[in-house]
C-alpha cells in the first residue's frame, strides 16, 4: 500500500530535521546557495518592502538572502516545527544587520498544500528545491496563486528530470537529492499553466548540481568520520553513498538531471 500524503510529509519533513542532512549539505538544502536565491529573486524582480512567502523555509537560509539583499519581509512557512524553531533562532545573525533581518522575517508552521493565509497577502511566492517533495504538487502551486495578489510572480527552483532514475538514487541519498518526485521542464510549465499562472519563464541552473555532489561528498567525509568517532544521529553507509553519489554525478552530466529556475506570474 502506498504511503499516505501525510506520511510522505512528515518523512520529508523528518529528513530536513536530521543532523545528517545537514553535515551533508550544510545550511542551504538547495543547489546554488545564496547565490542562486539572490538571482531567482532578480529573476522574480523582488524589491524592497515586498511581502514574500517562503515555501518550505527550512532552515531560513533563503529568507536570510531576501531580507538582507533585497529588503524585503518575508514570511516563512513549513511543515516541520523544527526547522521554523531553528529559522527563528538564527534568523538574521548578529550585529544591527541581523536585528533588522529578524524584523523583517516572521514564520508560521503550515502545509504548503493548504496554506494558512488569505487571498492575495503576497507580492511574491519562493518555493526553492521543494515542489518536487509535495505529495500534491499540482495543489501546492494553486495555493501559491492564490495568495498571491494580482499580477503577483512566484519563484521556483527544483531539481528536473529527463530521464528515469537510475537503481543507484532510489535512496537515502535520492531523497536528499529531490529527485524522488521531480518533472520534467515541461512538466513543470504545464503544471504551473494548469494552476492559472501565466507569462511562464525558464532558466538554467543544472551547473549548480555538480557543485552540489561536490559538497554532498566533502560532507560524507565529516559525517564517516563523526560517525567513526561515535557521534550520536549520524548512521551512514559510505560505500552505498559513494555508489550514489558517482551514479548522480553521472546522471548529471549526462543530462538526464538538471535544476531549473521557474517565474510566473498571477493573473490581473
Do not use: W
Request: neutral net charge; proline residues 4%.
Amino acid at each position: 500500500m502506498a504511503p499516505a500524503p501525510r506520511q510522505i510529509k512528515s518523512c520529508c519533513a523528518g529528513l530536513y530535521e536530521m543532523p545528517l542532512t545537514e553535515l551533508l549539505l550544510g545550511r542551504s538544502f538547495h543547489p546554488g546557495g545564496a547565490e542562486l536565491t539572490a538571482r531567482l529573486a532578480e529573476a522574480a524582480l523582488v524589491h524592497r518592502g515586498a511581502r514574500v512567502l517562503d515555501v518550505a523555509s527550512g532552515r531560513g537560509a533563503t529568507a536570510d538572502v531576501l531580507t538582507r539583499r533585497f529588503g524585503c519581509r518575508v514570511t516563512c512557512v513549513d511543515y516541520s516545527r523544527a526547522n521554523l524553531a531553528r529559522s527563528r533562532a538564527d534568523a538574521g545573525g548578529g550585529g544591527a544587520r541581523g536585528t533588522v533581518a529578524r524584523a523583517r522575517t516572521s514564520h508560521a508552521c503550515g502545509d504548503a498544500e493548504r496554506l494558512p493565509f488569505r487571498d492575495g497577502a503576497f507580492d511574491v511566492v519562493f518555493c526553492e528545491c521543494a515542489l518536487c517533495t509535495f505529495p500534491d504538487g499540482g495543489g501546492a502551486a494553486e495555493e501559491m496563486r492564490r495568495v498571491l495578489a494580482p499580477r503577483g510572480r512566484v519563484a521556483i527552483s527544483d531539481i528536473t528530470l529527463e530521464r528515469e532514475v537510475p537503481e543507484e538514487l532510489l535512496g537515502v541519498l535520492g531523497h536528499v537529492l529531490c529527485i524522488a518526485g521531480a518533472r520534467s521542464v515541461s512538466g513543470y510549465r504545464e503544471l504551473l499553466a494548469a494552476a492559472g499562472f501565466q507569462n511562464v519563464r525558464v532558466r538554467d541552473a543544472g551547473h549548480t548540481l555538480l557543485e552540489t555532489v561536490d559538497r554532498i561528498e566533502r560532507g560524507l567525509a565529516r559525517a564517516t568520520s563523526l560517525a567513526a568517532a561515535g557521534a550520536p544521529d549520524i548512521d551512514i553507509d559510505r560505500a552505498e553513498a559513494e555508489t550514489a553519489l558517482a551514479a548522480a554525478r553521472d546522471f548529471a552530466r549526462s543530462g538526464g538531471i538538471g535544476y531549473t529556475l521557474f517565474t510566473a506570474r498571477a493573473p490581473g
